[in-house]
């Protein structure tokens, strides 16, 4: 029996106090963006787990993770693992 597990590495990340967006560089956005960004905890992007686009929040992430059927195994400060539960 394979079980499925999600490992999703947690970085600190500009993300915009006004809309919520992702601030990565200010070669990529504005200086008025980058000026009203501050640094928060945010999941880092993965191709392999699609739960991880757009760089979401912990608690989003579990949440998705949740609604995908997956539990949290395990969190860190670097990292989260879930797993898929079968009904």
Do not use: F, W
């Amino acid at each position: 029996m394979a079980i499925n597990v999600h490992v999703a590495i947690i970085g600190m990340v500009n993300v915009s106090n006004t809309d919520s967006s992702v601030v990565y560089s200010k070669t990529q956005n504005t200086l008025g963006q980058v000026m009203k960004s501050g640094q928060e905890p945010r999941i880092l992007e993965d191709a392999t787990n699609p739960n991880t686009t757009g760089n979401p929040a912990i608690k989003e992430y579990i949440e998705l993770e949740a609604v995908d059927n997956y539990q949290v195994q395990h969190i860190s400060q670097t990292y989260i693992i879930t797993y898929e539960v079968t009904p």
